[in-house]
Nanobody
């Protein structure tokens, strides 16, 4: 499985960006796709995730810092996941990574994700 993250950039505080993560080579009917971020000098942290299984359908999860401002969505036909980020703050500045795994549990822990994208940089100016 290969992941291609894109959509980062420079935006002023209060602005919006939409990140895209395109997956290729995935064959599992169940999956979890997560977004993590790493700010300079800080550890990588969970931002949001979306899971899909045939018995539970689509579910989304957010870090407290993302709730109400970020929306994660997926297009199964395109094997693509989006992260719409609104009301961006300078503290959202980070390198954003998407990751995927088959197991839809434990989605907030980066350990367990099998595949990672290369990261896309989001810079929010004040």
């Amino acid at each position: 499985v290969q992941l291609q993250a894109s959509g980062g950039g420079l935006v002023q505080a209060g602005g919006s960006l939409r990140l895209t993560c395109a997956a290729s080579g995935r064959t599992s009917s169940s999956y979890a796709m997560g977004w993590f971020r790493q700010a300079p000098g800080k550890e990588r942290e969970f931002v949001a995730a979306i899971t899909w299984t045939t018995w539970t359908g689509l579910n989304t999860y957010y870090a407290d810092s993302a709730k109400g401002r970020f929306t994660i969505s997926g297009d199964n036909a395109k094997n693509t996941v989006y992260l719409q980020m609104n009301s961006l703050k300078p503290e959202d500045t980070a390198l954003y990574y998407c990751a995927t795994k088959k197991d839809p549990s434990g989605i907030r822990r980066e350990r367990g994700y099998d595949y990672w994208g290369q990261g896309t940089l989001v810079t929010v100016s004040s």
